[in-house]
């Protein structure tokens, strides 16, 4: 496979006849390629829910298309009903996954569409909710090119470069944004290694990262996650890269839980920790970490899932957070389409993006 049918893989899509959201089942790789396409509310849901689709801004991409595809399916032909039951598959479809902040911001931009149309017949509406989905696709192949190019420049020809999680073409819609300076790199000639975390208990960094990277022909090993202190250890690494959930607005960074581990280590091995995201994950309206909520999953995932035979007793009690929040003090600087945000994030955010952070839809 060449490098090109990984960082444009058109993973998340409309379906050719516009009517539903076709996605690459994500659960199923790297062993099975299978694509879906997906229109009815529940099945919309789910996808989010059990992780065929995810990554923050995939999720946020997703969840634009399936808003629209749901509303094409309305009977209402008057403003008000129809907007009421945009207004409940906003609603229902946000309370698929809680961390990712992608998936209310497009969910909202969306249905913000609809109402700002009073005036407007229903299949006009539909029109503009498709327009405004097709927008924000658009919008994330432009912040992961520049994103990836911030991030190219942080790093230099024959680095090690660890990676937790995946954040890659999968993730998002092109290239990626912690992966995409190693897929930018490639395409330039430029030499760079990759180690993967392979990121339990879902296993994103073994199954997505490396699957990734290694179709692409770059060059990259995959670790266990309680190993990523002894490559650090011995010097194989000279920079982290990472994506991100949730950003509050003073830099406290919600993403894979493990990544927070990472930056602590990073910390006290002294090498850079950066964060890479699009803005559209930054939450202007959450003051810290301690606002984020976080995803709590089913014990089984730690136990059965990816195991011949439970790894435990049946009766031993699991505790699996999806999430942890990397406090802002662990992270050297924050990648975002508008630059690189170095600390006191507040400040370099309002410069980038404005008081209050008025970028973020
Ligand atoms: O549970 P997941 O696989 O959706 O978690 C994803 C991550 O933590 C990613 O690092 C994050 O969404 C950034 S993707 C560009």
């Given amino acids: 496979m060449d490098l090109k049918q990984i960082t444009h893989a058109e993973n998340v899509r409309l379906s050719d006849d ?12 790297p062993n099975q390629t299978v694509y879906l396409e997906l229109s009815r509310a529940e099945d919309l849901y789910e996808a989010i829910a059990s992780l065929r689709v995810r990554g923050a801004p995939a999720i946020g991409i997703f969840a634009g298309y399936a808003l629209y595809v749901l509303a094409l399916q309305s009977q209402a032909d008057q403003y008000g009903p129809f907007v009421e039951e945009c207004r409940k598959y906003r609603d229902y479809l946000n309370s698929s996954r809680p961390t990712a902040v992608n998936l209310r911001h497009m969910l909202d931009r969306v249905l913000a569409v609809a ?32 994103i990836s190019e911030y991030g190219l420049s942080l790093v230099k020809e024959g680095d090690g470069i660890l990676t937790h999680c995946n954040a890659g073409p999968l993730a998002t819609s092109r290239y990626g944004t912690g992966l995409g300076p190693l897929f930018l790199a490639k395409e330039r000639g430029i030499t760079l290694h990759a180690w993967c975390d392979e990121t339990r208990p879902l296993l994103q960094g ?15 090993t995959l670790i266990c996650d309680n190993m990523a202190s002894l490559v650090m250890k011995e010097g194989k690494i000279n920079a982290c890269f ?35 995201g699009p803005s559209s994950t930054i939450d202007f309206t959450c003051p810290d970490g301690d606002h984020i909520p976080i995803e709590l999953r089913d014990g089984s995932e730690i136990k059965e899932k990816f195991f011949a035979q439970p790894s435990s007793l049946p009766e031993v009690k699991c505790y699996n957070p999806a999430f942890d929040v990397t406090d802002h003090s662990l992270i050297t600087a924050i990648v975002t389409e508008k630059g ?15 008081r209050g952070g008025g970028a973020v839809r």
């Fill in 340 to 354: 690189i945000c170095y600390p006191p994030f507040e400040e370099s955010f309002a410069k980038a993006f404005g």
């Fill in 18 to 29: 516009g009517r539903a959201v076709r996605i690459l089942d994500q659960s199923l790789l």
């Fill in 242 to 276: 990472v994506g991100c959930d949730r950003v509050a607005r003073n830099g406290d960074t919600a993403n894979k839980i493990g990544t927070s581990g990472v930056a602590i280590l990073a910390k006290h091995y002294g090498i850079p920790f950066y964060v890479l």
């Fill in 115 to 146: 109402e700002s149309m009073p005036c407007a017949d229903v299949a006009s509406i539909q029109e503009a909710m498709g327009q405004a989905a097709r927008a924000i696709h658009q919008e994330d192949i432009a912040m992961c090119a520049a």
């Fill in 206 to 220: 073994a199954r997505l990262t490396a699957y990734e990277l290694q179709r692409a022909g770059i060059d990259c």
